[in-house]
């Protein structure tokens, strides 16, 4: 894993500056703002204080995606690499001793992924919940708002945001509390009200978090970098409570910071869900709060991602050039890459018969369905 670390732009409780509003533009080119450099991380372990707050902050790990029980073809399943960056997560969590982890949402990929998945899921959390960190989940749109119910869950240091609620923490002789809640359809008009069902204000601490699985006006996505602005499921900016040490949020699949007067924090997805996240980095953040800082330290993890290779042959004319270059360019792929050639019609037998020789099992075509014979 490798780790990019940076201060969370814009003061806590201070007014940003037209500055940092440039700088969090440019977070949406990349992670080029990241130092790569390995001394970075030294140096967070070094100057970090043993009092400091830590706290992992993860989501999106969509349980169950492309996990069939009982596979129909022997192509290459993407469900394991979100088994094994789930896992990764709480391994790193439990191995550095974090104070607290948070999932922010779509945990599972479906509402009615098998009760097999369920399990495998549950009993990883329960053994890292023995460890004696506590865990704090957001419910995301994916599982409906709602987690699959297991007595698992009620485990003391398993918490689950049911409805707008907030957890208490006494951590190193300080407290942290953590407000969130479920996944919300029209999230514009309902948001103040369920920030305020939460009832943070009801509890002192030292440090506030607040938590939900939602996309911000502002937030980027996809490789033409689509902006959320305003609509039904976009919470706007001025309606952000102000009071928070920072705001975690999953959904938005790629890592980004919003250096909002409260900052948002999305982690993004533990692993590609689709094309459209090819070029992005996965991974998880790390949030660090102490007494001397305003701001919280963030810290972001990459973790291994699936490489997604596009092929576009939808230009061929001559099925013998398409397989000329496909046969080319695919002698430099990593064995593991997920292949998705573009056609403009569906492939002679022959000519996919050949395509699966020389990309087996990792090819995936993409074209107009076949005209149906009765249509045509
Ligand atoms: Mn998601």
Not at 88 to 113: E, M, N, P, Q, Y
Not at 205 to 210: C, E, G, N, T, V
Not at 230 to 235: F, K
Request: charged residues 25%; glycine residues 6%; contains cysteine.
């Amino acid at each position: 894993m490798t780790a990019h670390v940076r201060e969370l732009p814009g003061a806590v409780h201070k007014p940003l500056s037209a500055i940092a509003e440039s700088n969090f533009k440019n977070n949406f080119r990349g992670i080029r703002l990241y130092p790569r450099h390995p001394a970075l991380i030294l140096c967070i372990h070094t100057v970090s204080c043993p009092m400091a707050i830590r706290v992992v902050f993860f989501s999106d790990s969509h349980l169950g995606f492309d996990y069939p029980v009982r596979p129909r073809s022997d192509r290459a399943r993407r469900g394991p690499d979100f088994f094994a960056n789930f896992q990764r997560v709480l391994d790193h969590a439990r191995h550095t001793r974090a104070d607290l982890v948070i999932h922010g949402g779509d945990f599972f990929f479906s509402r009615k992924v098998d009760s097999s998945i369920v399990d495998t899921a549950y009993t990883s959390l329960l053994e890292f919940a023995r460890s004696g960190i506590p865990i704090a989940i957001v419910p995301g749109n994916h599982e409906g708002s709602v987690l699959p119910p297991s007595l698992f869950l009620n485990h003391p240091d398993i918490h689950v945001f049911d409805r707008p609620r907030t957890f208490r923490f006494d951590i190193k002789n300080e407290r942290l509390v953590v407000s969130g809640f479920p996944y919300l359809r029209n999230v514009r008009v309902g948001f103040s009200t369920a920030v305020r069902a939460c009832g943070n204000d009801q509890q002192q601490a030292d440090y506030r978090l607040l938590c939900f699985h939602h996309a911000v006006e502002g937030a980027v996505v996809g490789p033409g970098n689509f902006t959320f602005r305003e609509a039904g499921d976009v919470i706007a900016r001025d309606d952000l409570p102000t009071g928070f040490d920072a705001i975690l949020s999953g959904h938005i699949h790629r890592h980004q910071v919003l250096a909002y007067p409260t900052p948002v924090v999305y982690c993004g997805s533990i692993e590609r869900t689709s094309f459209a996240e090819k070029n992005e980095a996965k991974g998880f953040c790390e949030l660090t709060l102490h007494r001397a800082s305003p701001i919280p330290r963030l810290v972001f993890h990459e973790l291994p991602a699936r490489p997604m290779i596009d092929f576009d042959g939808r230009g061929y004319r001559q099925a013998a050039k398409l397989l000329d270059d496909f046969a080319r360019r695919s002698s430099h792929w990593q064995i593991d890459a997920i292949v998705r050639l573009r056609l403009k019609s569906y492939p002679e037998r022959r000519l996919r018969r050949e395509l699966e020789r020389l990309a087996p099992g990792i090819l995936n075509i993409s074209c107009p369905y076949p005209r149906s014979r009765a249509a045509g």
